[in-house]
């Protein structure tokens, strides 16, 4: 388990970067041996993009629901993204196997978004948590200051409608 911060903190990265959210639902739970290898097919490719980090991959995040799950992927590029997704060997079988086995079925369905982030046009906050989402993939920073509210981390002018309490960490 991760070790929670106190605190209020936000991400920072440098340059533009990809937000990549990729899912699978189960539209038939009877269909097991469908969706179950869908399913297991994202870790060898995870595991493939952490091992090799000059392919652009940043980090990812897990979702579950019931009836599949989603993963929030952060890349350096969409070049480096489109490339992985067209060459990317693990990737590449784990695609023509869903085509040949699964296919237009409709017992698992697949999706994908993909959000090009420009420098500066993003913003969050972590409040008492783990470092997660995109500060893990970037620079995991105070929210004091120039960064405190959702506006400023936008490069807007806002002040705070709450004042933050002091970070125990800072002092």
């Not at 993009?49 to 000059?54: A, E, P, S, T």
């Not at 489109?82 to 060997?89: I, L, Q």
Request: aromatic content about 12%; glycine content about 8%.
């Amino acid at each position: 388990m991760s070790k929670v911060i106190p605190g209020r903190y936000t991400a920072q990265m440098e340059g533009s970067f990809v937000v990549f959210i990729i899912g699978m639902r189960v539209n038939n739970f009877w269909a097991l041996h469908k969706w179950l290898p869908v399913f297991m097919a994202m870790n060898p490719m995870l595991q493939e993009l952490y091992r090799n980090k000059d392919l652009g991959f940043l980090d990812a995040s897990f979702h579950l629901s019931w009836r599949g799950v989603s993963i929030v992927q952060y890349w350096r590029s969409f070049e480096q993204l489109e490339a992985y997704a067209r060459k990317g060997a693990v990737h590449m079988e784990a695609w023509r196997n869903f085509n040949k086995k699964v296919g237009t079925s409709g017992v698992v369905g697949i999706y994908h978004e993909t959000y090009l982030i420009q420098e500066g046009q993003y913003e969050c906050v972590y409040n008492n948590m783990p470092v997660a989402g995109l500060a893990k993939a970037g620079a995991h920073v105070p929210a004091t200051g120039k960064e405190e509210t959702a506006s400023r981390r936008l490069g807007r002018d806002g002040e705070p409608a709450v004042p933050t309490p002091p970070n125990p960490n800072l002092r």
